[in-house]
C-alpha cells in the first residue's frame, strides 16, 4: 500500500525525533547511571579507607585476620572484604575459611584496574561464591584491600537512573504530533487537488478546458503536467509505432533477434541471441554493439555496404562445431534494423536423414516391385504350364508379402520418430509379450532348428507400448532367424533391474559380425556385405525399429559380439 505524503511526512519526523529523543535519553541515563555508579563507589571507597587506617592506626599486621575481624563485624553484614597480598594471594576473605581453595586474585578485573588506577571496581560473577557482586578494590604499598556488596535487586535500584526524563521526552512527543498534524493537514489539500489532475493525466480522462491553478509552487507543478501530458500524447504514437515494430518482427523471430540503431547501436535483444551469437564467432563476445567486428559476420556488413535501394533482406548460413546457424538481416523505413540467428541444426539434420531414408526406401522399393513386375509380365505375355505358373505366382506372393513387411515397417518406424505420443502406454507383462513372439514364431524356429531360453522373471512390468514391446523381440528373432543361421540358440535373460530400469540381455550363437559393423547395425537400410543380403527377406529396418523403440522406452541399447559366437544385444527398459 502506498503511503500518502501526510504519512510519509510523519514517519519522516517521527524517525528523526525518535532517533534524537533516544539519543538524548541514551546520553541521560548513561550520565545519571555513571553518577550513580560513583556515589556507591565512594561509599565503598569510605568502607576501604576505614579498614586500612583501622590497620595503620592499630599497627596491625596486615595477615593478622583476628585482629581485623572486630571492625570487619561493625560493617555492614552483606559487605564482603577480602585482603590482597602483593602477589596475588588472599590471606582474608570474610566468611571463608578455607582461603587456600582459592586462587590468586591477579587477575580479576577490579585488581588489575586498582594496580594501575586509583582504584579498581568491576559487576561480574564471583568464580567462589557463584553469585554477581559489585567489587571495588585500592592497592597500600604491599597489600590490596577489596570490599564488594552483592548485585542484588536493592544494589540493582541504587544504580538504576530515574525516569522522569522519559516522560518529559513522551509528552514533548505528545506535542509535536498534535502540531504536525494541523499543519500537515492543510498541505494535504493541496495535495489532494494536484492529485486528482494527476489521476485524470493517469486515466486518459480529458483535462477541463480552462484549468486555473493556484499562482504558487502548487499551480507551476500543474502547468507542467499540462506539458507532460501533452508530450505524452506525442510519445505514445512513436512507442506504439515501435511496438507495431516489434511485434510484426517478434513473430518471424525462431530464436536468438536483436534490433540494431542506423549507428549499430543495440534497441534490444532476446536472452536467445548472445547465446547463438557466442557458438558462431571465433571469440567470446559480451557487448553486443562489437560483433560486426568477428569475420563471422563480415556477410552483414559485405550486405550493408553493396545493397541496392530497396533491398532490405540477407539471408546466409554459418556451420560452426557440428551446427547449423541461419542468420537474417531485415532493414526498417528508418534505417534501423535487426538481426536474427536461428539454430537449424536438427532442422536441416532431418532434412538430410529424410532425403537419405526417400532415397534408401525408393531403393528398397524398386527391388520387390521390379520382382514383381516381371513374374506378372511373364505370366501375361507367355503361355506357360500350370506348374511353371504356379512358381510364378508363388515369387510374386512373396515379394508382395516382402513390399508389404517394408511398407508396414517404414510406417512404424515413422510413427516412433515423429508422434510418439500417439502410443498408449500402460503396464505390461514382459515374459507375457515375449511368449506372444515366440508362439507367432514357432514354425520359423522349429524350420531352423533354433532352440529359444527365456529367463526372464514372469512378475516382470514396464509401462510402454505393448505394440512397440512386441516389435523389439520379434525384430530381433527375425534377425537371429534371417541371419544367424540354423542349429543355433537364442537367449533372452533379465540379469538386473533396479528401481527405474530392467537390464535386459538377448543374444544368440550364430553367425557373428565384424567389430567394424557393430556402429551402424541400427542405421536404417544398413546390411553387412556377408550373409546378411535382401536375399534373406530382410527390410533393413528391423535394428532401426529396436532403437528407437528401446528410446522411446526411456532406454538404450548396445551390440556387441557375443564370447561363444553369434550377437548379444544389451538393452534397458524403464519401469
Not at 32 to 46: H, I
Not at 241 to 252: C, G, M, S, T
Not at 403 to 428: G, T, V
Request: proline fraction near 2%; charge should be negative.
Amino acid at each position: 500500500m502506498k503511503l500518502t505524503y501526510k504519512q510519509r511526512l510523519f514517519g519522516f519526523i517521527f524517525i528523526i525525533f525518535a532517533v534524537f529523543s533516544v539519543c538524548i535519553i541514551v546520553s541521560e541515563q548513561r550520565e545519571e547511571r555513571k553518577y550513580r555508579t560513583e556515589a556507591l563507589e565512594s561509599q565503598l571507597d569510605g568502607y576501604v579507607e576505614v579498614i586500612h587506617q583501622y590497620i595503620g592506626q592499630n599497627h596491625l599486621v596486615a595477615n593478622d585476620t583476628i585482629a581485623i575481624s572486630p571492625l570487619i563485624k561493625i560493617l555492614p553484614s552483606d559487605l564482603r572484604v577480602t585482603l590482597i597480598d602483593a602477589e596475588g594471594k588472599v590471606f582474608y576473605e570474610k566468611d571463608t575459611h578455607d582461603l587456600k581453595s582459592l586462587n590468586n586474585h591477579l587477575d580479576r578485573p577490579e585488581i588489575m584496574k586498582a594496580l594501575y588506577q586509583d582504584y579498581g571496581s568491576n559487576i561480574r560473577m564471583s568464580a567462589s561464591l557463584n553469585h554477581e557482586y559489585l567489587y571495588y578494590a585500592k592497592f597500600f604499598n604491599n597489600y590490596f584491600i577489596r570490599v564488594a556488596l552483592p548485585y542484588d535487586v536493592q544494589v540493582q535500584n541504587i544504580l538504576k537512573p530515574d525516569n522522569f526524563f522519559i516522560y518529559i521526552v513522551l509528552t514533548l512527543f505528545v506535542l509535536v504530533f498534535i502540531l504536525l498534524n494541523l499543519v500537515a493537514g492543510r498541505f494535504n489539500k493541496s495535495i489532494n487537488k494536484l492529485r486528482n489532475i494527476i489521476s485524470r493525466l493517469r486515466n486518459d480522462q480529458p483535462l477541463p478546458a480552462n484549468i486555473n491553478f493556484p499562482d504558487d509552487e502548487l499551480g507551476e507543478m500543474g502547468k507542467e503536467l499540462v506539458d507532460i501530458f501533452n508530450f505524452r500524447e506525442e510519445s505514445k504514437q512513436a512507442v506504439e509505432l515501435e511496438r507495431e515494430k516489434l511485434i510484426q518482427h517478434f513473430q518471424y523471430s525462431e530464436t536468438g533477434l536483436c534490433i540494431f540503431t542506423p549507428k549499430r547501436e543495440k534497441i534490444y535483444a532476446n536472452s536467445h541471441f548472445l547465446q547463438n551469437l557466442n557458438q558462431i564467432v571465433d571469440r567470446p563476445i559480451f557487448d553486443i554493439d562489437n560483433i560486426f567486428e568477428d569475420k563471422a559476420l563480415h556477410p552483414i556488413e559485405d550486405f550493408f555496404a553493396a545493397r541496392h535501394t530497396g533491398e532490405n533482406h540477407f539471408a546466409f548460413q554459418i556451420e560452426r562445431n557440428g551446427k547449423t546457424f541461419n542468420l537474417q538481416v531485415i532493414i526498417f523505413d528508418d534505417k534501423s534494423f535487426e538481426v536474427t540467428i536461428r539454430d537449424i541444426t536438427k532442422v536441416e539434420k532431418n532434412r538430410l536423414l529424410k532425403q537419405e531414408m526417400t532415397n534408401n526406401i525408393a531403393h528398397e522399393l524398386r527391388t520387390p516391385v521390379t520382382s514383381l513386375r516381371g513374374f506378372l509380365e511373364t505370366l501375361t505375355d507367355q503361355k506357360l504350364p500350370a506348374e511353371r505358373q504356379e512358381q510364378f505366382i508363388q515369387r510374386a506372393y512373396l515379394q508382395s508379402i516382402r513390399l508389404s513387411n517394408l511398407i508396414d515397417d517404414i510406417s512404424l518406424l515413422s510413427k516412433i520418430e515423429e508422434a510418439s505420443d500417439k502410443f498408449i502406454m500402460e503396464k505390461i507383462n514382459l515374459v507375457q509379450v515375449i511368449n506372444e513372439v515366440r508362439i507367432d514364431l514357432t514354425d520359423r524356429l522349429s524350420n531352423n532348428n533354433i532352440t529359444l531360453f527365456i529367463d526372464v522373471k514372469p512378475d516382470i512390468t514396464i509401462h510402454g507400448n505393448e505394440t512397440l514391446l512386441y516389435s523389439i523381440f520379434r525384430n530381433l528373432m527375425d534377425n537371429s532367424i534371417n541371419y544367424g543361421g540354423k542349429d543355433i540358440e537364442i537367449h533372452i535373460k533379465d540379469y538386473m533391474q533396479d528401481n527405474k530400469y530392467v537390464y535386459l540381455s538377448y543374444y544368440d550363437t550364430g553367425k557373428s559380425v565384424e567389430e567394424q559393423h557393430l556402429a551402424r547395425l541400427f542405421e536404417r537400410f544398413y546390411r553387412v556385405n556377408e550373409g546378411r543380403t535382401r536375399e534373406t527377406g530382410g527390410s533393413g529396418l528391423g535394428l532401426s525399429i529396436v532403437k528407437n523403440a528401446v528410446l522411446l522406452h526411456k532406454g538404450e541399447i548396445h551390440a556387441r559380439k557375443f564370447s561363444k559366437g553369434g550377437l548379444e544385444f544389451l538393452f534397458t527398459l524403464a519401469k
